[in-house]
């Protein structure tokens, strides 16, 4: 079960235990107050014991502009709070923790929001202070590091955008888009000294009208990385150009294109942004730079995570949805128990409640709990009667499975779905929450002959007995 | 000089000379009445002189609805129109040529459109028939095949969609959002008879929110290619449901980011489609089918082009942009003369000019003549005192280059620049039209050291010698 993907990997004075990333996450706990509650704290601690080689804990806000319930760094009252966190987080897991630390622009719920290019100069050298003062705080919280926010649709990905509209030296060419973000970087470099971890998150490919691809995304890159970077972090989209536009409500990225590409859900192919990571990676390594590159978007499976190491996609492997869905992946690949990994559906339900401003929970998760079980329990659930009877019918261009509960010592968590085409290995093809037996395949095409197959799985993600397959063909 | 790409290629009971294919292309060339004319005559007899082996006519409409500028195929009195566009094109060089034959669905300047769930089975049946009619037509007129347009943000696409509203038998599941594409398929294959070639246009990604990627396409083309379509030719893009309103125009398909998708320019990398094709096209074969895929997507060299072929990205290269840019590219590429191509600069000029509903033109084109010139001059252009005195300035984050003017004795036709980083190879890094003398690299990184040189070339293509290099260093 040897892997590179557990092998300890060195960033600057830190020394993560394996190559998993839990990228940062919106999730909707804290209070109007920016202040770590508990539900934060409970969040965080629970993905540390899950054994994540890095928690990047959601963006922070470097400045004092009021912005609903989100996490805050701007001044000391936010210290104890942010301390505490670390700390548990540092005893309940042997990963190091980042917090994200972010500027944003004015929004309201008029449709009006602030851009780049109303900003002074005065104003911009405000920007680079404050990302400099919540560096220092950072590392007085006894964090292991701290990354910069410079994807999205905020301050510094802004200016980094092809769209980026200023018509002096921080906007126009590439080299002016980078001035800012470069400014934030080398002071922040300053004021942690030279052994903190400083890491960059950037979008690779902005995923909007006119935007910036890896063509820019490798340059800047390399530029950020010069100036000192220590991980590179990548996203894609997730901007305010193509946010849908609700009257009365302030403007949400994701909500369009590009947030469909920030969190490619399942009707993304696996791995559909590593093209990504892969291009920039190659232009930084291509400019004699050895800085590690984050790799994300719809990572599932260890197979695949490996794959990203294997053929220097990147150096890192990022996953938010899927940690969420199962904090205990790491431990349970580490351990070669892949199968009792709760996989992600890729439904998006989480990025559906972030965009209608509610708590971020999974979809998988036992609704009465509202968070990732956990549970020791060995006994895997069975069949009542030894067989699921799984019926498939087939109408109307649809294929309907249905089947009869399983039971389990503490509870059934799940379902998986499993199908093949003719005669070829059943796979993993859906999944499908313990309170239902039924399952409608979006994607059978007619004339083909399928068969498949369920299998429950319980609260620790012990799986029970693969159910006989059953065929389906559609007229 | 021998190359895949120009070994002849059948597809059924055609045999196209070489592997290059001109994908359907916006002219704007013809008059409200839908009749082939002489500009249209005159644009595609000189794409047919450049030897390209596939000319796939602009679309024309199956039924009578009114649209402005489009050629129709919808009744007979087309046909004469038609039958000579065909005969002049084959008159004129070795290519084959074959019809793009559309159905759209109604649209209004008050922002309105018809959508497919509007559509009763009484309209759907007629859309078969047209489709059924035309493609007999096209025969008749002596095309040498026919090709179904399922792409962009028509009828047969927008019943293929991942947001194809219906729920009846033709929406929902991804059979059903087929059913209307076969049904078209089918009729059209038993019209024509078994032996004339019927291609079909679809996109491999719609690109825009919760729209289908390549895990659809990949199953589409598998049903497409199953019910006989003799080639797949995969686009992205283009569609009606992120374009940019404009209060009293109609809305127009390719003016948002999913229309950057279709038609990617200078940000995209070179080849930024060629993964559609490749997932489109190992979907097929894995399914046991050997359908020829037309891969497209900024493909500007022979290099990249014999690449897809070799790495089994498709099995037939478009290029839209680039014979606009150059028609006898095919020619000057099998002659072993590319470095006497006119390069396309992906500046999108064209795609504006169709956006604004002008005649489609390329930048690079003489300003007076209007069209790619044409001449058999062997005499390349100079620098009157050997040298044009190249010069970079770096200032406020930008590299200006400054020239003097290049002489010829028929016309300068324009300049390549080349960038090098450090002491690296010259690149070929932009195209400027002969009547500029000046450039500026919106891309040049601070501390950065680049060298530049110019080099002019004139109507035939003939390139005169290279400047001397010169350095650049942004501060």
């Not at 760094?73 to 994200?100: N, Y």
């Amino acid at each position: 079960m040897s892997s590179p993907l557990f092998e300890p990997f060195p960033i600057r004075s830190m020394v993560l235990p394996n190559r998993l990333v839990l990228p940062a996450m919106v999730t909707r706990l804290s209070g109007e107050d920016g202040i770590v509650n508990d539900d934060i704290q409970t969040r965080y601690v629970r993905f540390a014991k899950g054994e994540v080689g890095l928690i990047v804990v959601e963006a922070m806000a470097v400045h004092t502009a009021k912005s609903g319930p989100l996490l805050r760094i701007g001044s000391d009252e936010f210290v104890p709070g942010l301390r505490e966190l670390a700390r548990r987080c540092h005893d309940a897991g042997p990963g190091k923790i980042v917090p994200q630390i972010i500027h944003f622009l004015k929004i309201s719920r008029s449709g009006w929001r602030q851009t780049v290019d109303m900003l002074s100069h005065a104003e911009i050298d405000a920007i680079v202070d404050a990302y400099g003062t919540a560096a220092v705080r950072a590392r007085a919280c006894g964090f292991d590091g701290v990354e910069l926010h410079m994807a999205h649709a905020y301050t510094l990905s802004s200016f980094l955008s092809r769209v980026n509209p200023r018509r002096d030296e921080y906007g126009g060419t590439l080299e002016n888009r980078l001035r800012l973000p470069l400014r934030v970087l080398e002071r922040v470099r300053r004021m942690v000294g030279d052994d903190f971890p400083v890491g960059v998150r950037f979008l690779g490919e902005e995923c909007i009208r006119n935007g910036y691809t890896v063509l820019d995304a490798g340059p800047i890159a390399v530029r950020l990385a010069g100036a000192g970077a220590d991980y590179l972090s990548l996203s894609a989209g997730g901007k305010f150009e193509d946010a849908r536009a609700i009257p009365g409500e302030p403007l949400y990225p994701y909500t369009g294109y590009s947030g469909d590409r920030c969190m490619p859900g399942n009707q993304y192919p696996d791995g559909a942004n590593l093209y990504i990571a892969e291009a920039v990676r190659a232009a930084v390594r291509a400019a004699g730079l050895a800085t590690p590159v984050v790799a994300v978007g719809k990572i599932p499976t260890r197979e695949l995570a490996e794959r990203v190491i294997a053929h220097e996609k990147g150096d890192l492997v990022g996953m938010a949805r899927a940690l969420l869905a199962d904090p205990d992946l790491p431990r349970k690949w580490r351990e070669g128990r892949e199968d009792m990994v709760v996989r992600c559906v890729y439904g998006n339900v989480c990025k559906a409640l972030d965009e209608n401003f509610r708590r971020v929970t999974c979809t998988l998760w036992p609704k009465t709990l509202g968070r990732a079980p956990e549970s020791d329990d060995t006994v895997p659930p069975a069949w009542p009667t030894g067989t699921p009877d799984l019926r498939a019918d087939c109408k109307n261009g649809r294929v309907l499975l249905r089947w009869k509960a399983a039971t389990d010592n503490e509870a059934v968590y799940g379902y998986q779905v499993l199908r093949a085409e003719g005669e070829g290995i059943l796979r993993h093809h859906a999944s499908v929450r313990g309170s239902s037996t039924r399952y409608e395949d979006p994607r059978a095409l007619g004339g083909q002959v399928y068969r498949y197959a369920v299998r429950p799985y319980d609260l620790a993600g012990n799986h029970g007995p693969m159910s006989p397959s059953v065929r389906a063909v559609l007229e």
